[in-house]
């Protein structure tokens, strides 16, 4: 049930743009110059934003197959792959400023997910909503992340 859930939080993390203010001035190693391999420098009391949707999305951290749905990706036999992302997986932030529901949300969303499939023998998209590829569904963007037209689901 967890990789089902981190699956889904990869594609579409609750926050998918965010940032940060910078306590105290520092350089952070990579980012700047055209090829994105020279240092930046950023001053105290500038934002830097991140984009865990895009992040979440790129070949480089996740492979070729990055715009997939795939659970699998978690499972044990792939633990030493999804070790080398660290944070370029960031569906609750890190560190110091981490999410402090995230386990709540995570159990919430794993009983949720289970109580309906006891309650329910079928769950299908309803006929008249059309299936979109990931990334190409409509999307709206406020302080988080949701469907902007809904998605409607028949339960029986």
Known sequence: MADLVHAVLRLYPSV???SRMAVRTTTLPTGGGIDGKSPVLVRE???VGYCPYAMHRRKDIYGPD???FRPERWLEH???LMSTVGYGYLPFNAGPRICLGQDFALVEASCLIVRILQRFTTLKLAA???L???GDEKQKLTL???SADGCTVVLS
């Open 16 to 18: 998918p743009i965010n």
């Open 66 to 68: 990055a715009m997939d």
């Open 45 to 47: 009391g500038e934002a």
């Open 132 to 134: 979109e590829a990931i």
């Open 78 to 80: 792939n633990a030493e």
């Open 128 to 130: 008249d909503d059309p």
């Open 144 to 146: 988080v992340l949701c």
